[in-house]
């Protein structure tokens, strides 16, 4: 598989993840990723921004109850 692929994957199970209100934030989902099977994950969420929708996400998806 391409890395640019891997990249899109990733991503898209990344937003999942977060969007289902059972991950904390980016970390959690990175954990995720990588238990199966996705070592590439820390490479593709190592962007500040990237990480930052994801902890947006997931706090909304949560309905902001840790705030």
Do not use: P, V
């Amino acid at each position: 598989m391409k890395k640019a692929q891997k990249h899109e994957i990733i991503l898209r199970k990344a937003e999942e993840y977060a969007r289902s209100g059972q991950y904390s934030d980016w970390l959690a989902i990175e954990f995720q990723l990588r238990s199966e099977g996705w070592k590439d994950a820390r490479e593709f969420l190592d962007n500040e921004h990237t990480r930052e929708r994801l902890d947006q996400i997931c706090k909304d998806s949560q309905g902001n109850k840790h705030d």
